[in-house]
Structures are given as C-alpha cells and as structure tokens.
C-alpha cells in the first residue's frame, strides 16, 4: 500500500486536528504537523512530504513566505502546496497563486473539497 506524508502548517491547533482528522481519511496518509512556517521548514529537512497544507496568517513566518521559500529549493520546489486562508482574502489567493501555490481553499474548510483537492494533486486514486 502507498504512504504518504502529509505536512499540515497551521497556528490555530482546533484548526490543525481538523486539517490533520481529514487527511487521515485517505489510506496511508501520515500527517506531520507544524504550528508556523519556521517548524514546517524544520520538518521539511528531516521528511520527504508528498503534501503541503499552509495558513497564510502565522506567527513568525506566515504561508507565503513558507510557499515562495519551498518554490525557491530545488528539494522541495515540486511538492503540491495548498493554500488556506479566511474566506475572501482575494489578495492572499492572489498572491499565493502567483508564488505558486497548487490550490487555495478558503476557511471554514470543507472536508470533502480538501480531499478532493488533495487526491488530485497527490494523484491518489481509490
């Protein structure tokens, strides 16, 4: 059975168990947690991810500045990166998007639209 490793970057942690509950619904998902962009980074020199789920607004670096930092290293430049923020923040998806972001999704987040999202860009098939 595939495995794959899932990195969930998200301050709010009721927000980050519910991102991290969901994920676990796709067979061999394994789900690593960051609470802002400085962990995830940390995480990201230790694991090899399959997928990146990233909060723009953080403490001490936000998405974006975690996504345009991903994009810039080879090493992990070609993992998906899906962006997430509070509903109608046109000029974060914007700018996400520009910096390379694989897909945006607006919060409260739909479980099965992030499953959806993620199954398509993963290119898992159940």
Same mark, same amino acid.
């Given at each position: 059975?595939?495995?794959?490793?899932? +990195? $969930?970057?998200? @301050?709010? &942690?009721? !927000?980050?168990? %519910?991102?991290?509950?969901?994920?676990?619904?796709?067979?061999?998902?394994?789900?690593?947690?960051?609470?802002?962009? $400085?962990?995830?980074?940390?995480?990201?020199? #230790?694991?090899?991810?399959? +997928?990146?789920?990233? @909060?723009?607004? !953080?403490? +001490?670096?936000?998405?974006?500045?975690?996504?345009?930092?991903?994009?810039? @290293? &080879?090493?992990?430049?070609?993992?998906?990166?899906?962006? $997430?923020?509070?509903?109608?923040? @046109?000029?974060?998806?914007?700018?996400?998007?520009? %910096?390379?972001?694989?897909?945006? %999704?607006?919060?409260?987040?739909?479980?099965?639209?992030?499953? #959806?999202?993620?199954?398509? %860009?993963?290119?898992?098939? #159940?």
């Amino acid at each position: 059975m595939a495995e794959y490793n899932f +990195l $969930v970057v998200e @301050d709010s &942690p009721t !927000m980050r168990q %519910l991102i991290s509950f969901s994920l676990k619904r796709i067979r061999g998902a394994k789900i690593s947690e960051a609470g802002n962009g $400085v962990e995830a980074l940390k995480k990201l020199s #230790e694991i090899k991810f399959n +997928l990146i789920v990233a @909060d723009i607004n !953080m403490p +001490l670096m936000d998405g974006l500045k975690l996504l345009s930092i991903v994009r810039k @290293d &080879p090493n992990h430049a070609h993992i998906p990166v899906i962006i $997430v923020s509070t509903e109608g923040a @046109d000029a974060d998806k914007e700018k996400g998007m520009q %910096l390379g972001a694989n897909a945006y %999704l607006s919060k409260p987040i739909q479980t099965s639209e992030l499953l #959806e999202t993620v199954k398509e %860009l993963v290119k898992i098939e #159940e």
